[in-house]
């Protein structure tokens, strides 16, 4: 492996592209790889082998690009299928769960939390066991907003109706007196204030992609990996799936324009 | 190709089941075999190529069953495969749009009708092709609902939420004087008393169900194909995924509780 291979970024959609604008945030010499696997999405209503079946053929199409490291930005993927990455591939390979534990461990103080995210996530209870095997006493609130990803991807960010499925799935979250909350989905930032209004002012929002971010300099460091070259870096997006609505989400998640290929899964 | 063989139907999800549910009405005899992609749903926003490649596998299984005729319960399905599968296939194809399209002649007197589908089914064209082919005469309003499908599954059919959304969808319809709707998506008659109120009473809210399982009866007369043996049909169920999900939501389209076999895709 050399440090001039790209960093290999995967998410079921384009909601990994919030974590890839971090990422090249803070490494701005890295190439970057993105696949979005658009074809299958969504990920967070299927079950635990299908999910590592198709994680599985979305990063063996990264592997042959060369990629010297692998982002799961998918916490639907994270969740099922990182272990068994971690075991297969012989690279560093990089998951939003962990880094979404950490910030919300070290953002509570009462370690009264909850964890909101697609159905598959929740009853994962990956995300839970993390926390518990750390530190036992958080109490959790895990509670799974299924509709969310649909109703983003229909641009429907600031809709009554999105705010109707919003107090219908977290309306029991302000009398349990959390003082933190995970946005355990890539998706769900696009609708933050929302979130925010629902739960309250004194509840903090806790994202994975500044933490991954560092976490991913950090691994290329100590790996010996980071690109040093000045040259322009190059960033290339594929996705399995429906081009034209990636790059109109794209905007939103990338906060820019961007090309697209298509691979197909 | 013998008579006993069973009918194949195939829908991406659950929504088929609704189609199915007829056809025993009006075919007690007959063995059915049912396959529901749910590891690739929805395919109501997938493009045209990924929803004829997803088709064709899902066909070659119930084809594997030595199926004697099969029918696309899937508007975006029949949208966009049925041609290919009729070239491809040796037996008899038959897809709910061309259903749905006589029952919507048949119903209309003002030749003013809407046809509400996912954004696939919608953007293909091929519905309004149809009916223009036919009779260009017809001012059609054609509507993408794509939240519809997720807002079934997730059970909240009579929600206030599900409510706003049909609204945002719809609001423009009743303006435009139209007699009746094509209820263009499988998953839609369950949520048909909202759609309804909607549009208002005089609308007249068309399925392909009873048409289809009608053209099925002949198809197999025309073929000699009835089976003609007394014996109690047999009725197997398979899915690509989650089978909790799609034995749950049995209930509301078929009426029972089914036995599920998964079948990976």
């Not at 592209?17 to 790889?33: D, S």
């Not at 993390?130 to 509670?143: C, W």
Request: charged content about 20%; overall charge neutral; aromatic content about 8%.
């Amino acid at each position: 492996m050399i440090p001039k291979n790209a960093i290999g970024i995967f998410d079921s959609g384009v909601g990994g592209l919030t974590i890839m604008k971090e990422v090249i945030k803070y490494l701005p010499n890295e190439n970057v790889i993105y696949f979005g696997d658009t074809a299958r999405l969504p990920y967070g209503d299927k079950s635990e082998e299908a999910v590592i079946r198709f994680t599985m053929e979305s990063a063996s199409f990264l592997i042959e690009k060369r990629i010297k490291l692998l982002i799961v930005a998918c916490f639907t993927a994270s969740s099922h299928a990182l272990k068994i990455l971690e075991q297969k591939l012989s690279i560093p390979v990089i998951g939003v769960i962990q880094s979404g534990v950490v910030e919300l461990m070290a953002a509570t103080k009462s370690k009264r939390v909850a964890i909101l995210g697609t159905l598959s996530t929740i009853q994962s209870g990956v995300l839970q066991a993390l926390i518990q095997n750390k530190e036992s006493s958080f109490v959790i609130f895990p509670t799974a907003c299924p509709l969310f990803v649909p109703l983003i991807e229909e641009e429907l960010f600031d809709h009554p109706a999105t705010r109707m499925i919003g107090e219908h799935y977290l309306k029991h979250l302000p009398e349990k007196n959390i003082d933190s909350a995970l946005l355990a989905c890539t998706h769900y930032p696009i609708i933050r204030p929302l979130i925010q209004e629902i739960l309250g002012p004194h509840v903090a929002l806790i994202e994975p992609a500044r933490s991954c971010a560092i976490k991913t300099q950090t691994c290329l460091e100590q790996c010996d990996l980071l690109n040093r070259q000045k040259a322009t870096p190059l960033y290339e997006f594929y996705a399995s799936d429906n081009p034209e609505k990636f790059c109109r989400l794209a905007k939103f998640f990338f906060g820019s324009d961007i090309n697209l290929k298509i691979e197909k899964k």
